[in-house]
């Protein structure tokens, strides 16, 4: 089994940044690479970012140039460096996992753009 932890969002204001951290532990050798997804309420689940284990990353369009997702393989930990945010941006945020079975997914942290 793998978990994952989230943490980092918060209430900013547009145009502002947060980072998101996504700390993983347990059975990790079988992880492929890691992502980011996000749910708005009233919508559904959709893709942001992901990160290969040979550090390859891929971004939603709505995403691109404002995004940045990183890791750090000694601490097993995922960053979602969110800037210019917008109010679009409010979501809760999930980590997950790919080249898993089954796909694991974090508890979420509640990101939050409002003036």
């Known amino acids: 089994q793998v978990q994952l932890v989230e943490s980092g969002g918060g209430l900013v204001q547009p145009g502002g940044s947060l980072r998101l951290s996504c700390a993983a532990s347990?059975?990790?050798?079988?992880?492929?690479?890691m992502g980011w997804y996000r749910q708005a309420p009233g919508k559904q689940r959709e893709f942001v970012a992901l990160?290969?284990?040979?550090?390859?990353?891929n971004y939603a369009d709505s995403v691109k140039g404002r995004f940045t997702i990183s890791r750090d393989s000694a601490k097993n930990t995922v960053y979602l460096q969110m800037n210019s945010l917008k109010p679009e941006d409010t979501a809760v945020y999930y980590c997950?996992?790919?080249?898993?079975?089954?796909?694991?997914w974090g508890q979420g942290t509640q990101v939050t753009v409002s003036s």
């Open positions: 347990g059975s990790i050798s079988s992880i492929t690479a």
């Open positions: 997950n996992t790919y080249g898993t079975v089954p796909t694991y």
């Open positions: 990160i290969s284990r040979v550090g390859n990353t």
